[in-house]
């Protein structure tokens, strides 16, 4: 049973991972400088059709953990704001962004998050995108 749901919920990050990647290549106005060792929570930026969209981890009930949402309005704040891209069914424990917008290069986001199947075994993914946009 561990093996199926971590195999469940390693196809559901990685479907997430790669959906924000896509969006980031073709993206623009992203926080400029570093975020530093620590990462961030949220990561915000413009989509190629012009819409500002927004990523973070929904703390559903409390416990640090939950699923990936995504937030297409204008200001997103609270975890209502979001829409989950990530199966009810899988735990993300941990989701942070590493941004960095150096001056004539284009940004590169880092994606870091952490699934869980059980409280003792956890999966690590990342994945790293540069966009395909320079700043303006």
């Given at each position: 049973r561990?093996?199926?749901?971590?195999?469940?919920?390693?196809?559901?990050?990685?479907?997430?991972?790669e959906?924000?990647?896509?969006?980031?290549?073709?993206?623009?106005?992203?926080?400029?400088?570093?975020?530093?060792?620590?990462g961030?929570?949220?990561?915000?930026?413009?989509?190629?059709?012009?819409?500002?969209?927004?990523?973070?981890?929904?703390?559903?009930?409390?416990?640090?953990?939950?699923?990936?949402?995504?937030?297409?309005?204008?200001?997103?704040?609270?975890?209502?704001?979001?829409?989950?891209?990530?199966?009810?069914?899988?735990?993300?424990?941990?989701?942070?962004?590493?941004?960095?917008?150096?001056?004539?290069?284009?940004?590169?986001?880092?994606?870091?998050?952490?699934?869980?199947?059980?409280?003792?075994?956890?999966?690590n993914?990342?994945?790293?995108?540069?966009?395909?946009?320079?700043?303006?």
């Amino acid at each position: 049973r561990t093996i199926v749901k971590l195999s469940e919920g390693m196809s559901n990050l990685s479907l997430a991972i790669e959906q924000i990647a896509r969006e980031a290549r073709t993206g623009f106005s992203f926080p400029s400088g570093d975020s530093g060792q620590n990462g961030d929570a949220q990561l915000s930026f413009i989509t190629a059709r012009g819409e500002s969209v927004s990523y973070k981890l929904i703390d559903s009930d409390g416990d640090g953990a939950g699923s990936i949402g995504r937030c297409t309005q204008s200001i997103c704040g609270a975890d209502s704001d979001f829409s989950s891209i990530t199966s009810e069914n899988v735990k993300i424990e941990r989701l942070k962004f590493f941004i960095s917008n150096p001056v004539d290069y284009p940004p590169r986001v880092t994606v870091v998050a952490t699934v869980s199947a059980n409280q003792d075994i956890d999966i690590n993914l990342q994945a790293t995108v540069s966009s395909r946009i320079l700043d303006p």
